[in-house]
T-cell receptor, first 113, second 114 residues
Framework: QKEVEQDPGPLSVPEGAIVSLNCTYS??????FMWYRQYSRKGPELLMY????GNKEDGRFTAQVDKSSKYISLFIRDSQPSDSATYLC?????????????FGTGTKLQVIP | DADVTQTPRNRITKTGKRIMLECSQT?????MYWYRQDPGLGLRLIYY???????NKGEISDGYSVSRQAQAKFSLSLESAIPNQTALYFC?????????????FGPGTRLTVL
């Protein structure tokens, strides 16, 4: 069983829709929960992160962590064609003095105009 | 100009050849990483370096070696390339002692081993 599971998609939605992207994990020691966005032919870039449980909002994006269920989500409101990308969840824990990061496999999102 | 650059961007080679992928950064970060990305497997860590004298193996280091020539340069070598090393390779950097460990990725190198 992988430490981090993520549905690869692809997920195709119309412009303006609310998008929900999710990951599950098995290691309860994870402390930081991150979402990276990767455009085609580019490297991933950090979109937002949450420490421990709870919600965090940044513009149209909301990250949600439920540690009791080992489940994290990224919601995108009023989705735009420019949101079309692969979204990778990532989680980190303290390991020998540094934050060991584990990435999900990524969910490919397409927003149709 | 990009903060993290990788060369080459694309490379096709044959089984048994030695290949070097190069990474340079202008972010001034001490930590550098090499990952490979495969469909269905995501990003997997090959090697990481916390400074010029500190190099560590990641989860899939077999068949690879690295060299940290300077704070800004980190190279990945495939001594004798094999077809299952065909993948997208990313270099990344991060600052020391930040929470979380935000990693900044280069644009990637697409490597094909025939």
């Amino acid at each position: 069983q992988k430490e981090v599971e993520q549905d690869p998609g692809p997920l195709s939605v119309p412009e303006g829709a609310i998008v929900s992207l999710n990951c599950t994990y098995s290691n309860s020691a994870f402390q930081y929960f991150m979402w990276y966005r990767q455009y085609s032919r580019k490297g991933p870039e950090l979109l937002m992160y949450t420490y421990s449980s709870g919600n965090k909002e940044d513009g149209r994006f909301t990250a949600q962590v439920d540690k009791s269920s080992k489940y994290i989500s990224l919601f995108i409101r009023d989705s735009q064609p420019s949101d079309s990308a692969t979204y990778l969840c990532a989680m980190s824990l303290n390991s020998g003095g540094y934050q060991k990061v584990t990435f999900g496999t990524g969910t490919k999102l397409q927003v149709i105009p | 100009d990009a903060d993290v650059t990788q060369t080459p961007r694309n490379r096709i080679t044959k089984t048994g050849k030695r290949i070097m992928l190069e990474c340079s950064q202008t972010k001034g970060h001490d930590r550098m990483y090499w990952y490979r990305q495969d469909p269905g497997l995501g990003l997997r860590l090959i090697y990481y370096s916390f400074d010029v004298k500190d190099i560590n193996k990641g989860e899939i280091s077999d068949g690879y070696s690295v060299s940290r020539q300077a704070q800004a340069k980190f190279s990945l070598s495939l001594e004798s390339a094999i077809p299952n090393q065909t993948a997208l390779y990313f270099c990344a950097t991060s600052e020391t002692f930040t929470d979380p460990d935000t990693q900044y990725f280069g644009p990637g190198t697409r490597l094909t081993v025939l």
